[in-house]
């Protein structure tokens, strides 16, 4: 049975850091392409990053291009966001997904089979 664990998420004022970490079992982790997406209050499911199986393509939101740093060790089976300079607008529950796709990644959430529940993120002002 996959599972796909999302953490790190909390309160944080606007211009400080969160580190998100996604642990994923139950499935063979360096097959997957990782993406992070999240979704604000009232709004849709957004394309935040994501990264191939070996860790060399990365794609970025330009709405966190610069602030946001993706990575992945394939050994411990984890998938890690580094969020700085956080901002009101990137409140939202952040949620991490897996999809068997090999040589890039996509942010389009079809592609992804297993989900994470979601890790609440909140900037204040």
């Known amino acids: 049975q996959v599972q796909v664990v999302e953490s790190g998420g909390g309160l944080v004022q606007a211009g400080g850091s969160l580190r998100l970490s996604c642990t994923a079992s139950?499935?063979?982790?360096?097959?997957?392409?990782m993406a992070w997406f999240r979704q604000a209050p009232g709004k849709g499911r957004e394309g935040v990053s994501c990264?191939?199986?070996?860790?060399?393509?990365?794609y970025y939101a330009d709405s966190v291009k610069g602030r946001f740093t993706i990575s992945r060790d394939n050994a411990k089976n984890t998938l890690y966001l580094q969020m700085n300079s956080l901002e009101p607008e990137d409140t939202a529950i952040y949620y991490c997904?897996?999809?068997?796709?090999?040589?890039?990644?996509?942010?389009?959430?079809?592609?992804?089979?297993?989900w994470g529940q979601g890790t609440q993120v909140t900037v204040s002002s």
């Open positions: 997904a897996a999809a068997r796709y090999y040589g890039s990644c996509l942010v389009i959430t079809s592609t992804y089979g297993y």
């Open positions: 139950g499935l063979t982790f360096d097959d997957y392409a």
């Open positions: 990264i191939s199986t070996n860790g060399r393509y990365t």
